[in-house]
């Protein structure tokens, strides 16, 4: 098969072409803005590095489980993503091209995005292990709440002034927690006495 038709050699395509663009826009901030670019950098080196000790100690998919290797691929591609982003809007930052509060915002857009994708995914996913309407009923609530507090995130970190989301933010999170907890602990109670 070629390269270009072997969904996995692309991912790894991608995620090379990721990591050269983080350090291309790492360097580029990192003489502007090092307290911001080298944290990013930090973790722009995690990636290839987390690939390698999965390679050296065996627990990479080999090519006979095709799926768990290309979901593996598609996470380090997913943290490319969110990384490279980071260290784009920093560069960009450093560079007088958007204002300086662009580049903070971004980490916290990329989080509620982030929230919204894993929320989308928790009630696809059975964990092993777990069945039962109980199980089920969590997963669709945790996933619920994380779509919808990212959703809620996302708007207070595009619209509002960065002081102000940085404390409604905080809430919003603060709140999705508290609210995930009781509802958790009242299903647990449901199913217990049912």
């Known amino acids: 098969m070629k390269a270009t038709q072997d969904p996995i050699a692309r991912r790894r395509i ?3 072409g990721l990591i050269l663009l983080g350090l291309l826009f790492g360097s580029l901030a990192l003489s502007r803005r090092p307290e911001a670019a080298l944290p990013l950098l930090v ?13 050296l100690t065996g627990m990479l998919p080999g090519n006979d489980r095709p799926k768990q290797r290309l979901h593996l691929y598609d996470s380090l591609l997913g943290g490319g993503l969110v990384v490279t ?24 857009l990329a989080s509620a995005l982030v929230l919204i994708v894993i929320g989308n995914g928790l ?13 089920q009923a969590i997963q669709r609530l945790l996933g619920w709440t994380f779509v919808i507090t990212g959703l809620i ?37 449901r ?3 049912g």
Do not use: H, N
């Open 14 to 16: 991608a995620l090379l």
């Open 85 to 108: 982003g980071a260290l784009a809007a920093v560069a960009a930052a450093a560079l007088g091209v958007i204002p300086e509060d662009w580049a903070d915002r971004f980490g916290m």
């Open 123 to 135: 009630p696809k996913k059975p964990e092993p292990g777990c069945t039962g309407s109980r199980t």
């Open 153 to 189: 995130a996302f708007t207070i970190w595009l619209t509002l002034p960065l002081a102000v989301a940085e404390v409604t933010g905080l809430a919003v999170y603060g709140a999705a927690v508290l609210f995930a907890i009781a509802a958790i602990v009242r299903i647990r109670r």
């Open 43 to 55: 973790g722009m080196g995690t990636l290839p590095a987390g690939w390698a000790l999965l390679k």
């Open 191 to 193: 199913a217990d006495s």
